[in-house]
Structures are given as structure tokens and as C-alpha cells.
Nanobody
Framework: QVQLVESGGGLVQSGGSLRLSCAAS????????IGWFRQAPGKEREGISC????????DYADSVKGRFTISRDNAENTVYLQMNSLKPEDTAVYYC???????????????????WGQGTQVTVSS
């Protein structure tokens, strides 16, 4: 069974840290692109980070650059998002998405026909 499961969300104080995990089962993440997205109430889903398992390249949205780090553990078939210096505006449901491809895909439209997880809630209090 093909499945993506996000975990690691929770409640954290402003300035704190969380590490999100996106674990894949039923397929290997090799030769895929993985994106992290988030959606807050009243806002569109936005891409925040992405990584290519083929090249190791990654990218970040300006709003999280310097604070978030995306990484991949191929042995665990898992992609992580380390989130530091969290702000209340980071509060959202965070999703991972996976698509085939050797390139780096970072936009929501790039994952229109992709596998998506169910999301994990991140709440940052002030």
C-alpha cells in the first residue's frame, strides 16, 4: 500500500523548534521530488520547502529561509523538516507531497497528481 505519513507537529512557544517527518511506505523515495506545504485558516496552501532525492538539491520559501532545513534519510525512506525560530505566523497544517521526477519541484501545481499525506498540525504560541 502506498502511503505517506506526516508526524512531529504540536504546540510550541514562539522561538522554539519542531522537526516534522514524512515517512513513505509502499514505494521508495528514490528518483522523486518531495515538497513540504502548509495551509493556515483562510489562506491558500503554500509551498515552503522541497528536495530532489535524485540530485540532493533543495529550496525554501523566503518566509522560512534560514529557519527551516529539509533533509532526507534514504535508509529510513523519510524526509524531515527541521523548523527553528518558529513564529506564530508559522501556525498551520503541514503536508508533505511526493511526485516522480529527477528535477526539483517546489510549487503546489507541481504536485497536482502526486501522493499527499494527511497533514500534521503545528501551532506556535506567542
Amino acid at each position: 500500500q502506498v502511503q505517506l505519513v506526516e508526524s512531529g507537529g504540536g504546540l510550541v512557544q514562539s522561538g522554539g523548534s519542531l522537526r516534522l517527518s514524512c515517512a513513505a511506505s509502499g514505494f521508495t523515495l528514490d528518483y522523486h521530488s518531495i515538497g513540504w506545504f502548509r495551509q493556515a485558516p483562510g489562506k491558500e496552501r503554500e509551498g515552503i520547502s522541497c528536495i530532489s532525492t535524485s540530485t540532493g538539491r533543495s529550496d525554501y520559501a523566503d518566509s522560512v529561509k534560514g529557519r527551516f532545513t529539509i533533509s532526507r534519510d534514504n535508509a529510513e525512506n523519510t524526509v524531515y523538516l527541521q523548523m527553528n525560530s518558529l513564529k506564530p505566523e508559522d501556525t498551520a497544517v503541514y503536508y508533505c507531497a511526493v511526485r516522480r521526477g529527477y528535477g526539483l519541484y517546489c510549487s503546489k501545481g507541481d504536485y497536482e497528481n502526486a501522493y499527499w499525506g494527511q497533514g500534521t498540525q503545528v501551532t506556535v504560541s506567542s
